[in-house]
C-alpha cells in the first residue's frame, strides 16, 4: 500500500485530495489530532488513533494534542480532574499502538501572548452564529451555550499553525471547525490545513457511541466484559450500519493481516479473512452467523486492546 493509499484508507472525506498528494511528496510534513482528556479511551478515539497510524507510515510525523484547555471550555470537568486525566489518557493512546508520536499538552502551548492574540485576531472574524454552528457536533450541552464554547472552535483553527503542522486528521464531526480554520487562517498569515475525516462509527447498540450509554468498548474492559458486550451487541443480517462490521473495518483490520472466524467443524469450519472486503461480503451473502462473526470481534478486540488493558489495571492499582 503506497503512501497516498494509507492516508485515505477507511476516510469519509480529505480536504482536498489534490493538496494531499502535493503534501505526499514533502519531505518532512506534520499531522495531528487532538484529544479532550474526559474519559476512557474508547473504540471511537481508535477510529483516528489508527489513523494516525496509517499517517506516520506514509511519511508523516505525527503530533497529538493533549486539549485539556478545549475539555475545560467544553464543560468536561473542573481543571484538576481533567489534569488527572490528561496523563492517563496519554498513556492509554500509546499503549493502544501509537509509537513514536509527539504529545502537546494544551496548557503548555495555548497560554502565550502569541497564541492568544491570534484567537482575539480571528475572534474579531467570526460571527457567534458561525462559532456556534461549527460546534454543533462535538460541543457539550450546545441547547444551552456558554461563550467558553464559541472560543473553542477559534482556539483549535490557532492550534494548527501553533503545533506547525500541515494536515489535521479527525472525524467528520469535526468537518464544520476545520473548514472555519481553512477559511480564516490565511486572514492571519498561515497556509489552510490539509484536512482528513473518519467517519463516525455506530455503537454496539447501532446508535450514536456514547460512554454515558455504555455501548462502547473501552481500553478498561475486561476480556470477560469485552465478550459480555459482544454477546449483546446489535448484529443484523445487513451489512448496512452494522456496527460490528465497523468495528472489523476501522479498528481490527487496520491492525491485523489475518483474523479467524472460529467455528466448529459442523458448521463448516473455522474461516479466514485477510481484508475486510472479504469478511463483508462472506457475511452479507449470509455465510457466517452473527453470534460467530461478534465472538471473533471479542477475540480481536482483546488481543489489540490487551496491552493497554494492562496499562490502566497497573494504573488503578
Keep these: 500500500m503506497d503512501a ?3 492516508a485515505t484508507r477507511n476516510t469519509a472525506e ?3 485530495e489534490d493538496e494531499l498528494k ?3 511528496s514533502k519531505p518532512t510534513k506534520r499531522v495531528y489530532t487532538g484529544y479532550e482528556p474526559s474519559g476512557e479511551i474508547h473504540l ?3 477510529v483516528t488513533i489508527n489513523k494516525l497510524m496509517d499517517m506516520k507510515k506514509a511519511g508523516f510525523d505525527v503530533v497529538v494534542l493533549i486539549a485539556n484547555l478545549h475539555a ?3 464543560r468536561k470537568g473542573t481543571f484538576e480532574q481533567i489534569k488527572e486525566l490528561a496523563d492517563y489518557n496519554k498513556a492509554c493512546i500509546e499503549a493502544v499502538g501509537l509509537k513514536g508520536a509527539e504529545f502537546v499538552l494544551g496548557t503548555d502551548v495555548q497560554l502565550t501572548a502569541k497564541y492568544q492574540t491570534e484567537v482575539l485576531t480571528l475572534c474579531q472574524e467570526i460571527t457567534l452564529n458561525r462559532a456556534t454552528r461549527s460546534m454543533d457536533e462535538v460541543g457539550r450541552a450546545m441547547d444551552n451555550p456558554m461563550v467558553s464554547q464559541m472560543v473553542y472552535p477559534v482556539m483549535q483553527a490557532v492550534d494548527i499553525p501553533t503545533l506547525g503542522v500541515d494536515a489535521a486528521v479527525g472525524g467528520i464531526d469535526q468537518r464544520k471547525i476545520h473548514m472555519l480554520a481553512r477559511e480564516h ?3 492571519i498569515g498561515y497556509k489552510p490545513p490539509v484536512c482528513i475525516h473518519t467517519p463516525i462509527v455506530n455503537g454496539l447498540d447501532g446508535q ?3 460512554s454515558s450509554k455504555g455501548n462502547v468498548v473501552s481500553v478498561a474492559d475486561s476480556p470477560e466484559e469485552i465478550k459480555k458486550k459482544m454477546k449483546k451487541a446489535f448484529c443484523p ?3 448496512a450500519d452494522n456496527p460490528i462490521l465497523q468495528i472489523f473495518r476501522y479498528n481490527i483490520f487496520p491492525r491485523f493481516d489475518m483474523i479467524t472466524i472460529h467455528r466448529p467443524e459442523k458448521f463448516g469450519g473455522d474461516l479466514e479473512f485477510h481484508n475486510y472486503e472479504e469478511l463483508e461480503s462472506t457475511y452479507g451473502a449470509g455465510k457466517i452467523h452473527p453470534m460467530d462473526l461478534k465472538n471473533a470481534c471479542g477475540e480481536s478486540l482483546t488481543e489489540l486492546l490487551a496491552d493497554a488493558y494492562d496499562y490502566v489495571q497497573s494504573y488503578k492499582n
Design 44 to 46: 471511537g478515539h481508535l
Design 72 to 74: 475545560y471550555l467544553n
Design 185 to 187: 487562517l490565511p486572514h
Design 237 to 239: 443480517p445487513e451489512v
Design 208 to 210: 450514536k457511541m456514547s
Design 22 to 24: 502535493s503534501l505526499l
Design 4 to 6: 497516498y493509499e494509507l
Design 14 to 16: 480529505i480536504v482536498t
